[in-house]
């Protein structure tokens, strides 16, 4: 009895912090066929993207005929900086800055949303004495930033493409 007490007053206290699980991502019916351009599905950042389509009920079309929109990835970058030194000269903390630029055209090639610009920025320290340990921890942050720069593009795309099919 404690215990099922104990699990509703979390629930309860995690319900009202604000906290909810993310929801499959929803894309406007002309977007449910998107062209994908400027990036492969084999590179990481166009497999995110594929999956993101798959998980919002969509697919991406294999020619600009099946198409009802193109997604276009113009440019993405990583760059990893400095952030801390400790009292010997050798680095304690790394900042990771990555970019995401895109333009959404609708089927006749027409502009549908100007091009956007997603960065995130995270930092993680770095310890010298274990190498292996922290590039692992580096590699699993650009990951999780590649997801969240497409989670917050889908949600860019889905507002742009309500607001132009109510006008």
């Not at 798959?54 to 993405?76: C, F, H, M, P």
């Not at 320290?125 to 997801?147: I, N, T, Y």
Request: net charge neutral; charged share 30%; proline share 2%.
């Amino acid at each position: 009895m404690r215990r099922l007490a104990l699990i509703v007053l979390l629930m309860l206290g995690l319900g009202a912090c604000g906290y909810h699980l993310r929801g499959a991502l929803q894309l406007p019916e002309a977007m449910k066929v998107t062209l994908l351009s400027g990036v492969e599905t084999k590179e990481p950042l166009g497999a995110e993207i594929a999956a993101a389509f798959a998980s919002a009920d969509a697919r991406l079309a294999s020619n600009r005929e099946e198409a009802g929109a193109e997604l276009v990835i113009t440019g993405e970058s990583l760059l990893k900086r400095t952030a801390a030194v400790d009292g010997q000269g050798k680095v304690s903390e790394y900042e990771l800055d990555y970019r995401l630029t895109y333009v959404l055209n609708d089927a006749a090639g027409e502009r549908w949303l100007e091009p956007q610009t997603i960065q995130l920025r995270r930092r993680f320290a770095f310890d010298s004495a274990r190498p292996l340990g922290k590039s692992r921890e580096e590699e699993m942050l650009q990951q999780e930033m590649r997801r969240d720069a497409v989670r917050m593009m889908f949600e860019r795309l889905r507002a742009a493409t309500i607001t132009e099919s109510a006008q």
